[in-house]
């Protein structure tokens, strides 16, 4: 099967910036998740979605980042202005359901933002 | 607050030597703990999960409550084990994709 597709795979931008990332998650996916993971740090949850709805983004820094999944599908994730800390890889995963016991997380190959 | 440690960065063996990567966590409920794998060049994604209490590529790991650890163990290590490490927990009847990662180990198997 395709897996959790994202684009582009690297973006460099001074900071006060903009960017924006986008993921296409495994077809019929309903979760879908936005991970930020700092060099030398494990991934840390930013926002899950539940179709097109937000479940949890109590991580996520509402000032200059923001998301959405308008159509239960694809999402793009956005930092409005950029800063040097944001530089990091953003990860997107997707999942069938929210509470399955066997349930899986596939992760995407990831975005890598250098704010400079 | 959840919180997954990761006390080695970095473990090098030699190949066929026994491994244990260590994962210690904090959290006041019911568990679910979870060992993930990217190797070079690859995505990250799931090894094992405490509940499957199942071995894959030779990897076990028990979840040891009393000292709330959830150590990753191998026999006999492989050059193709080379990897980085990261051990998650998941709190009880959240979704399966809401996870705390502890920092990671990088594995490098020698030959």
């Known amino acids: 099967e395709a897996g959790v597709a994202q684009s582009p795979r690297y973006k460099i931008i001074e900071k006060r910036q903009s960017v924006a990332f986008w993921c296409n998650p495994i077809?019929?996916?309903?979760?879908l998740y936005w991970y930020q993971q700092i060099l030398g740090q494990g991934p840390k949850l930013l926002i899950q979605f539940q179709n097109n709805g937000v479940v949890d983004d109590s991580q996520l820094p509402k000032d200059r980042f923001s998301a959405e999944r308008l159509k239960g599908v694809d999402s793009t994730l956005k930092i409005q202005p950029a800063k040097l800390e944001d530089s990091a890889v953003y990860l997107c995963a997707s999942s069938t359901n929210r509470t399955g016991r066997n349930e899986k997380l596939f992760f995407g190959s990831g975005t890598q933002l250098s704010v400079l | 607050a959840q919180r997954v440690t990761q006390p080695e960065k970095l473990l090098s063996v030699f190949k066929g030597a026994p491994v244990e990567l260590k994962c210690n966590y904090s959290y006041s409920g019911s568990p679910e703990l979870f060992w993930y794998v990217q190797y070079s060049r690859q995505r990250l994604q799931l090894l094992l999960r405490?509940?499957s209490r199942e071995s894959i590529k030779g990897f076990t790991a028990d979840l040891n409550k009393g000292e709330t650890s959830f150590h990753l163990k191998k026999p006999f290590a492989q050059e193709e084990d080379s990897a980085m490490y990261y051990c998650a927990l998941k709190s009880g009847g959240t979704s399966y994709g809401k996870l705390t990662f502890g920092q990671g180990t990088i594995l490098t198997v020698h030959p």
């Open positions: 405490h509940i």
């Open positions: 077809s019929g996916h309903a979760t």
